[in-house]
C-alpha cells in the first residue's frame, strides 16, 4: 500500500509538472517537483521502498521529455545515492538539510542535463540563459523546497496512521 | 594495499565515468525508447483531465466573480445585468475560440494534404528542452515522424506515439532541425532550436545573401516538412571575416508559449506531398 502511495505521490507531481507549467506561464522555469519527492525518500523512507519509485520517476519523466532517454533517471539515482549517504551522517529531521536538499537536487539535475548537452553538442545554452534559468530555479527551489519536503512527509504520516486504523479496525472486526 | 576511502573514491569515479559513458551512447545512438509510449499511454489520461479541469475552473470562475461583482450593486437589474454579462462573456470566449478555430479551419483548407487536429495537453517536464502532448495518437493516424503545423508557421514534428497521444518535438527544441530556405535569396540552410526563444539558421557560407528581414521557410528536402512551409524571419546576421559560416539569428513565426491547438499533417512524406520536388 505505501507503494501505491508513492505511485500516485509521482503521477500527481508528474501531471503538475507537465500540465500546470502548460496553464501558468509563470513556471517555466520552476525547479522540478520530483526531485524534492526523490529527496524526501532518500531522507525519510527505507532504500528497499525508496529506490524503485526512483527508478521509475525517472524513466516516466525521461519518457516525456524531449532530452536523451536517462537524464532525469541519472540525475534521480544520483541525488539519491547522495541523500542516502548524507543520512549515514546527519539526521534525515536536521533544518539546513532540510532547507538545502531541494537545491543540491536541483544543481545535481542540472548538471547532469547541461553535462549531457555539451558532450552531444547538443543546442548547448549560451552562458546567460544557464545563469538566468539556474538561478531562477535555485531560487525557486530554496523558498518552496522544504515546505513540499515537510508537506511530503506530513502527508505520508497521516496516511501510514489512517492506514494503520484501518488495518486495525478491520482486525479487531474480523475476531 | 588501497585504503578502503580510496577505494570507494575510485569506484564513485568509475561509476560517473561508466555513467557518462552510456548516457553519450545512449543519446547518439537511442533518441527515442519504446518504454516512452508505455509512460506516455498511462501519464497522459491524467494531464487531458488536469489541463481539460483548469480550463473548466477558469472559465468557471471568470462566470462567478462576475456574478457576485454585479449582484452587490443592484438586485434586480444588476442581476438580469450579471446574467447578461455572463452570457456574453461566455460569448466573447466562444468567440475567441471560433476565431482561434475558425483559422485554424481556414489554414487546414489551404493544406493540400489530410490533416488533424490536436490540442496540447501538457508539456515538457524540463525548462531545457521543448516538447508538448497532444490528444491524437495513432488511433488518429499519427505517427512518428509527421510534421505539425499552426496557421503561422512550423511548430514542430511528432517523435513518439501512443494510442491516443503523441509527444511532439517543438521547432524551438536544441534537438529540433528544419531544413529551410530563404524565400528571396533561396539560400539554404538548416534551421536549429536553441535553449532561448530564438532559433539558428546554420551551415549557410559566408558569401551568400541573407539579410534581415528575411523569411526562412522550409525546403522540404528534409523529407519531414512540407515545401514553403513558414518558419521565421531573420533578425540578426553576423560574418567574421575568418569564418566559413555566418551566424545567423532567426526569431520563430510560432509564438509557443500561446500554443493551444496545432495540426498534425498526415502523409508519408513531406516530398512525396510536393509531388516529388
Redesign the interface.
Known sequence: MTHAFHLVAV?LL??????????V?GL???F?L?VVYVAYLGLFRRFKEGAPIVIVTG??????????????L?SYI?FYALMRWIVRFLDPANRMLIFFSPAMGVVIENV??????F??N?????LQ?IRD?TAA?LVWALATGPVFLLLARRIHRQWDKWLGAVMVRESSSSR | MFSRRTVVILGVVVLIIANTLILSVIGNRFPASGTGRFAISVLAPFQEAFSHSVRFIRDTWSDYFNLVNVSRQNALLKRRLAESSRIRNRLIETELANERLRHLLKFRQTVPMEVVAAEIIAKDPSSWFKTVVIDKGEADGVVAGLPVVVPEGIAGQVVETAKHYAKVLLTNDPNSAVDGLVQRSRVRGMIKGGTSSECRFHYVPGKEDVQVGDVIISSGMDGVYPKGLRVGEVIGVEKGPADIFQDIRVQPFVDFEKLEEVLVILHDGGIKAEGGS
Request: hydrophobic share 45%; aromatic share 10%.
Open positions: 503521477i508528474v501531471t503538475l509538472q507537465t500540465a500546470l507549467r502548460l496553464h506561464p517555466d522555469n520552476f522540478d520530483l524513466l516516466c519523466m525521461d519518457s516525456l521529455s524531449g532530452g536523451s532517454f536517462g537524464l532525469f541519472t544520483w547532469v542535463h547541461l553535462g549531457t548537452a558532450m552531444l547538443d543546442g548547448f545554452p549560451v540563459v534559468r530555479q
